[in-house]
């Protein structure tokens, strides 16, 4: 269903990419919702029925964005193909245009990062909580022992990269060790019965 606001909106502007106009002319497409539009009896707790009509991510970026007075807008890759609308929305509401550098994540091998995965094990009690030192979240590694600083300096080395990085564990805790190596205290002892 296509109001003419939204036909009008996407007959003014022509653009060849997907991503650009099918959110503007199908509101209701699953993968590219400019806004939800509440009909009937859907209600949203938050607001009750004040509001018809809820700005989703596409929409509410490059607004939050200007809001917010970004100038520069770091995003993951994946939302790369999304580049063309978040600029002509900033256009089309007069506001100053923002530069967007992607960057790809980073993923450790032999290791699940999946945010759902992990919630399940937290939720089943598999695990004590996101802290727990078997995790790998940031909680759970600085509860291993990694250093802020440490932590830090791996990902300055790293680098903001556009390709798909599988990393290992020994090199983010290798940079952790050089850290700590330094300022940790040492001490020896000698057993008496060995003496």
């Excluded at 497409?29 to 539009?37: A, E, G, K, L």
């Excluded at 009937?40 to 009509?53: E, F, N, Q, R």
């Excluded at 809001?67 to 506001?95: C, K, M, P, S």
């Excluded at 960057?103 to 290791?111: E, K, L, P, Q």
Aim: aromatic share 12%; net charge positive.
């Amino acid at each position: 269903m296509v109001t003419p606001s939204q036909d009008r909106l996407c007959a003014q502007e022509r653009y060849h990419a997907r991503s650009s106009h099918l959110p503007i002319r199908r509101c209701y497409s699953s993968h590219h919702r400019v806004c939800r539009i509440l009909a009937g009896t859907k209600v949203v707790l938050i607001s009750s029925d004040k509001y018809k009509a809820y700005p989703m991510y596409d929409l509410a970026c490059p607004l939050i964005d200007h809001i917010d007075g970004v100038t520069h807008a770091l995003r993951a890759n994946e939302y790369w193909a999304r580049h063309e609308q978040y600029q002509w929305f900033i256009e089309r509401f007069g506001f100053p245009k923002i530069e967007i550098f992607d960057f790809s994540r980073i993923d450790f091998v032999y290791t699940v990062l999946s945010k759902r995965k992990l919630k399940y094990l937290v939720e089943k009690g598999v695990v004590n909580g996101w802290d727990d030192p078997r995790f790998p979240t940031v909680r759970g590694i600085r509860s291993r022992g990694m250093t802020v600083k440490g932590l830090k300096d791996y990902i300055i080395g790293q680098g903001a990269s556009q390709m798909q990085l599988a990393l290992e564990w020994d090199s983010i805790w290798t940079t952790n060790k050089k850290v700590i190596d330094p300022i940790a205290p040492r001490y020896w002892a000698i057993a008496e019965d060995d003496m």
